[in-house]
């Protein structure tokens, strides 16, 4: 009987690995000299995004028909992801400043 429980322990560690709740994730995008850096990333379901402006102007993360985010000079500011997707926005107050998220669920 022992013999068989070992056997199954191992399985049966690897499986409460795989439902185990993936721990949410910061990702940090820097704003300098009017541009998002990293421009795209790929994040999850629960994860923040935090962009911190490192310029002396402030700017926007706004994704059109959908939220904006304000990030002061000098200053950062967060969002927690709620939807996965593809995720285009820019700054609108400099529209050439773009980024893109690729949200998994």
């Known amino acids: 009987m022992k013999a068989g429980v070992l056997i199954h322990l191992p399985w049966l560690a690897a499986l409460a690995l795989m439902t185990a709740p993936a721990a949410a994730a910061t990702i ?6 009017l541009v998002f850096s990293p421009a795209t990333v790929e994040a999850k379901v629960g994860d923040t995004v935090e962009w911190v402006n490192k310029d002396v102007v402030a700017h926007t993360a706004t994704v059109k028909g959908g939220w904006e985010v304000m990030i002061p000079p000098k200053k950062s500011a967060s969002l927690t992801l709620k939807a996965a997707g593809a995720i285009d926005y820019f700054c609108r107050f400099h529209p050439n400043m773009r980024g893109h998220m690729n949200v998994a669920p």
């Open 28 to 33: 940090e995008v820097t704003i300098d000299k």
